[in-house]
């Protein structure tokens, strides 16, 4: 609901959206008025990927951009946060690069469970509809990807609890 | 964006304050099963284990369904409502993205225009 009022003010087209499409695959939809080949370099070129991949509103900024967007070839992107010492890396490998239209990388930074994703550019009418499949490799690679951003804190607070009611009980043995 | 009530906090966070209880949640979140299933899993007595499974219930992690003689248990909606919150930042974070994207590209766009040419290089 509150997802869509925001979308009013500006076009439709403009509208991203994000879904759950199977047990394993999240995909994302956004229109560009722009030929698919500027959108597409502007996802391949690393001093312009800088300029979008982590806006301000998202709290992160880069350290180092490394992309060689040829099939088979790396990138690898090193973030900064304000809340956080280390700074966090995402790589992989690019598997397919057909220019214009298509990119698949894999992201290896978790390790097995990673996504695979996918990026197609389809051009109409000088505008181009970009969408972004992440593929997991399961649907607990998935479901663990969504929980461990929305209810790791809680975990985190759930197990001190644990360890809590257990000191509590063995004290009370005694 | 979804506020719960305290009490309802309190609730839910004394149900998932049981290792069982998340062990369950866990194991429903990779597929439904029934109360006995559950509890040869978790090395426990039909009773015991309804009593973990009502208490999830009733804070709406989840759910249960009777047919025949067997009770089948789901994650409720309360686990529903975390994946779409969930989808949602992240629709948040793409479309943040997108939006400075549009204008590298309207930017890209303009440059071609001024450059007078259409190809690439």
């Known amino acids: 609901m509150d997802a869509r009022t925001e979308s009013d003010t500006s076009s439709m087209k403009n509208r991203t959206t994000a879904e759950r499409k199977s047990e394993r695959e999240l995909v994302v939809t956004r229109t560009f008025h722009a030929p698919a080949r500027i959108v597409f370099e502007a996802w391949t070129r690393p001093e312009l990927l800088k300029r979008w991949w982590a806006p301000k509103s998202i709290g992160i900024t880069f350290i180092s951009c490394e992309v060689d967007a040829r099939t088979g070839g790396t990138y690898r992107f090193v973030f900064g946060h304000p809340a956080s010492e280390q700074p966090m890396a995402f790589f992989g490998r690019y598997i397919e690069v057909t220019p214009y239209s298509r990119l698949v990388w894999t992201n290896d930074e978790g390790g097995e469970g990673g996504a695979v994703t996918t990026v197609t550019f389809d051009e109409r009418g000088g505008e181009t509809l970009v969408v972004m499949s992440d593929l997991y490799p399961s649907k607990e690679a998935l479901d663990g990807a969504i929980a461990s951003g929305s209810t790791s804190g809680v975990d985190e607070t759930f197990k001190q609890l644990d360890e809590l009611l257990v000191t509590l009980g063995a004290s009370v043995g005694r | ?121």
Request: one cysteine or more; aromatic letters at 6%; hydrophobic letters at 35%.
């Open chain 2, 1 to 121: 964006m979804v506020q719960y009530s305290h009490a309802r906090f309190d609730d839910s966070f004394a149900a998932l304050s049981d290792a069982t209880r998340r062990g369950v949640l866990e194991r429903l979140g990779r597929t439904d099963a029934s109360i006995t299933e559950l509890a040869d899993k978790f090395h426990m007595t039909l009773t015991g284990m309804k009593k973990h499974v009502a208490i999830l219930e009733q804070v709406g992690l989840v759910t249960t369904e009777k047919v025949g003689r067997v009770r089948t248990c789901k994650l409720g909606p309360r686990r529903l409502e975390e994946e779409a919150a969930w989808i949602e930042r992240y629709r948040q974070l793409w479309a943040a993205r997108f939006d400075a994207l549009d204008k590298v590209v309207e930017e890209l766009q303009q440059k071609e225009k001024s450059d007078g040419r259409k190809n690439r290089e």
